[in-house]
């Protein structure tokens, strides 16, 4: 999808240009299946059936307010709902290209959920990019995942002792879990973002992001966690998400 079509089409026809939306959606007769099996639905203030039977209004002004809301961001894309949609709808695949178009735009920002997705970017998503690895024990932090107890700051900090017990190949060349990866390997992972579009969007967080860091008058620096919006997005809670 150009993004210099952005601004010279509805938004419906904006989601139509992404094949997922229309392998996702054909025609939503409003039965509420998915919702009776999504798990997301249980906790938070959110209705998968509402989604698709918003987006085949193709009301614009609807739409926007979906693209800006914190909606899209509570699914878990466990995809139990592709499975029962008696319609062989995909909720799922719809709400993730509603979450690229409002990446793309920049309204994420609008939201809170929306914003955490630079805290994302600049932790899971750095870290595919950097070490090949989403989640690593050198980079999941102790003092951002209190909710591991003291257990993950000392397997952090005997992480090789730890590795060599279990048969690892902690930060060493070769095979095996936690091995290095190559920076041949990186490179390749850096080429499927390119070419997928991937580094455009972590191009688009990035930008709106630091938009918003001005905004608000806090530090934003070019990379990593050591800033004051990072952690703004990192702990910002309303509590107003559950039902
Ligand atoms: S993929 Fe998302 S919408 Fe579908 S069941 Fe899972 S959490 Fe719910
Ligand atoms: S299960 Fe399918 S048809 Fe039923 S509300 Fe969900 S998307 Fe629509």
Known sequence: ???????????????????????????????????????????????????????????????????????????????????????GNVPALIISVLRKVSQELGYFTQSEKGRQQFAIKRTVGDNIINTGYCVHVDHVNPKLHPEQGPVWKWYVENAEEVADRLGANYNKEGGG??????????????KIFDVTGGS??????????????????????????????????????SNNHQK
């Open 177 to 190: 879990a936690l091995r290095k990866i190559s920076q041949k390997n990186l490179d390749e992972v850096k």
């Open 1 to 87: 999808m150009g993004k210099q079509n952005l601004s010279m089409t509805g938004y419906y026809d904006l989601l139509m240009q992404d094949v997922r939306f229309r392998e996702g959606l054909t025609a939503c007769m409003n039965c509420g299946v998915c919702t009776a099996i999504c798990p997301a639905a249980e906790f938070y203030k959110y209705d998968p059936r509402q989604i698709c039977n918003l987006v085949q209004t193709r009301d614009d002004n609807k739409i926007e307010e979906l693209l800006k809301s914190d909606t899209i961001w509570y699914c878990g894309q466990c995809m139990s709902c592709k499975t029962r949609c008696p319609r």
């Open 200 to 237: 455009e969007l972590y191009g688009d967080i990035e930008k709106f992001s630091k938009e918003v860091a001005d905004k608000f008058k806090m530090s934003f620096e070019k990379e990593g966690i050591n800033n004051e919006y990072f952690f703004h997005t990192y702990i910002e809670n």
